[in-house]
């Protein structure tokens, strides 16, 4: 897939933009400020509805809005499918002004933001696909990006919820049913807090928290068997892209590490009943913690994934304690490569799981890089269907690269 259009209005700091694309690389230019991030942030936001910087939504919204009559921001996006299939996909926030009374947010999707005159007012969204209204979770699916960011380094170096929301963010997009239980999944684990806490005023009752559990142990362990299936899968990916961007000197493999125990080496077929069956084990030996808590303290809210790394590839696999606990120990050099790697195997995960190409962004990433691995990942954007690429300086790219390109400069939000 690729897009061959994109419209921002009153997004970022973008008052009007019109702009075809076309499959190929496309490397913006410009200096800091610009606009460059904000043109990555709108196709990554059409593609997840979230955006990878906005606290809140009403921050999406140009300042100079506040001057129409209803402050808006619109983002849309024309996409042609490898089968020849096009698709549109509309969003539209709409900022409730200070005087007004907030309406409720949609029931998914709808996030608390400010209004254009006071910074604790609503933002209203409105998804459209093909002109159909649609919610937030029936979005995720119809544009797939992969979005690789200066501060993807939090993907090794950050806490564990950064790594959860990356494989979120991901299966998401590649697999509805996924975000389905996701969604269901917090929603229950917020319910079941609440009842928690409400013990502690009140007589506890262990049947109040049967539905709770037993919703828990079904959405919990979908999401626990999915993302130990794509850990295999990143690993059958990342082991020869991460190889061949540390010039076969390292290679890297992932761990993931379930709160919920099982054997990682059970067959698909049994996962499934494994993980259920242990889950309502340890909810049961940890209820007496989390009563005193007043937190659910084991599910996939609680896993976490590390990256190993060897310098004797041929160890690797079967020897862990010979591998470098990359979260702990590596080199920021080290860790951006782990990162690249891992968006680079994103790609051909999503292209395998959805017989699309993803739309690939980069957000001034070369300049990070040295030669070695510049020169890596500029083969891997040559390969791809479509790649957006921002840059301040070109000089950051081979002249073969650039005569393969197509190269926009963006100067205070308009680009030329």
């Not at 509805?49 to 024309?78: C, D, K, M, N, Y």
């Amino acid at each position: 897939m690729h897009l061959t259009r994109l419209a921002l209005t009153h997004f970022r700091n973008y008052a009007h933009l019109e702009l075809d694309l076309a499959p190929g690389v496309t490397v913006i230019q410009g200096d800091n400020a610009c606009g460059k991030t904000s043109l990555l942030e709108a196709i990554f936001y059409l593609a997840t509805a979230r955006s990878p910087h906005a606290g809140a939504e009403r921050e999406l919204i140009r300042w100079g809005a506040s001057a129409e009559p209803i402050p808006f921001a619109r983002v849309e996006t024309q996409i042609e499918r490898s089968n020849g299939a096009r698709v549109q996909i509309e969003i539209v926030l709409i900022a409730a002004r200070a005087e007004e009374k907030p309406s409720p947010p949609p029931a998914v999707g709808g996030n608390e933001g400010g209004s254009a005159r006071k910074p604790n007012g609503r933002v209203s969204k409105r998804i459209k696909v093909n002109g159909v209204s649609k919610r937030a979770i029936d979005l995720l699916g119809e544009l797939n990006a992969v979005l690789f960011l200066p501060e993807d380094l939090d993907l090794v170096f950050g806490s564990p919820g950064d790594r959860r929301r990356y494989l979120d963010t991901t299966l998401a997009q590649i697999d509805p049913r996924y975000g389905r239980a996701l969604s269901k999944y917090d929603k229950v684990v917020e319910q079941r807090n609440g009842l928690l806490r409400e013990f502690r005023e009140r007589a506890y009752n262990p049947h109040a928290l049967d539905i709770w559990d037993r919703q828990l142990i079904e959405e919990g362990t979908y999401l626990v068997a999915r993302r130990a299936e794509t850990i295999a899968r990143y690993n059958q990916l990342v082991a020869d892209i991460h190889a061949r961007l540390t010039d076969q000197r390292e290679q890297l493999r992932l761990v993931y590490q379930p709160s919920v125990a099982f054997d990682l080496a059970t067959s698909q077929e049994s996962r499934h009943a494994e993980i259920a069956r242990n889950f309502a084990r340890q909810l049961e030996t940890l209820r007496p913690r989390e009563l005193s808590a007043a937190l659910t303290l084991v599910g996939p809210h609680r896993d976490d994934l590390r990256f190993l790394v060897t310098r004797n590839p041929s160890t690797v696999a079967q020897d862990d304690a010979a591998a470098m606990d990359a979260t702990t120990y590596a080199s920021r050099g080290q860790g951006r490569t782990i990162a690249l790697a891992l968006k680079l195997a994103e790609v051909a995960l999503m292209r395998a799981e959805t017989g699309e190409d993803p739309v690939l962004l980069l957000d001034d990433v070369m300049s990070e890089l040295d030669a070695a691995r510049r020169g890596a990942l500029a083969q891997a954007v040559l390969d791809a269907s479509q790649a957006i690429i921002t840059a301040t300086d070109l000089e950051d790219f081979a002249p073969e690269f650039l005569e393969r390109a197509r190269v926009l400069k963006v100067c205070d939000g308009s680009i030329g």
